[in-house]
């Protein structure tokens, strides 16, 4: 029976000893408690608070600068997923950031957020602008405009995966951008703003 497995498993292209079982997967560990905002700090722009359990972010047209609530630590290869209800105002998660003397905070990758539009794209600040923007259509398979939506990023090494309610949005493979950096959640400037997240985590790859 044991070389009938063995030779399965050889079959299907897997190595006889997996690495990806449920023990030795990464663990999601929460990134915001549902109370404050310990474990990230506030850049110059807009307005982040707690309400309810959520991060609202807020700000006024006039404000020009781009307000980033960004993460108290630096993350490799991980995953991280969310909820977020765009209400007004372009906003993302961005990730693998370094931040920056600069109106817009932070330079690096931006999985979008919008109340209508781009949703679920691939947008480097700083660098390459968009790398992968979604056409309206693909957006309204699978964004619900004014509701909860979750969103997953995944970054191991040069690949990069982006999903929004559980459908694939952009991807890069052997990606020549920033390998590591900060989180952050957007307040883009010269807009008016309302953006909510919660149930912020990540799962860290070794």
């Not at 991060?55 to 490799?76: C, D, M, P, W």
């Amino acid at each position: 029976m044991k070389i009938a497995v063995t030779l399965a498993i050889l079959a299907l292209g897997l190595p006889p000893c997996s690495s990806v079982s449920a023990e030795d997967a990464p663990k999601f560990v929460p990134l915001f408690d549902g109370k404050t905002l310990d474990g990230w700090h506030a850049l110059p722009g807009g307005k982040w608070e707690v309400r309810d359990g959520v991060i609202l972010g807020t700000a006024e047209r006039k404000e020009r600068r781009h307000g980033q609530l960004v993460s108290n630590n630096r993350y490799k290869d991980f995953t991280v997923r969310l909820k977020f209800k765009a209400v007004k105002g372009n906003s993302g998660l961005y990730f693998r950031v370094d931040k920056v003397k600069h109106a817009v905070g932070v330079f690096g990758f931006q999985a979008e957020v919008d109340p209508a539009r781009d949703v679920g794209g691939l947008y480097e600040t700083g660098g390459r602008a968009w790398v992968v923007k979604p056409t309206a259509e693909q957006v309204k398979k699978y964004f619900k405009p004014g509701e909860w939506n979750e969103m997953q990023v995944t970054a191991r090494g040069k690949h990069v995966v982006v999903e929004v309610n559980g459908q694939k949005t952009a991807e890069l493979k052997d990606d020549p951008g920033r390998s590591e950096g900060y989180l952050a959640l957007q307040l883009h400037g010269s807009q008016d703003m309302h953006v909510e997240f919660k149930d912020i985590e990540i799962a860290v790859f070794e």
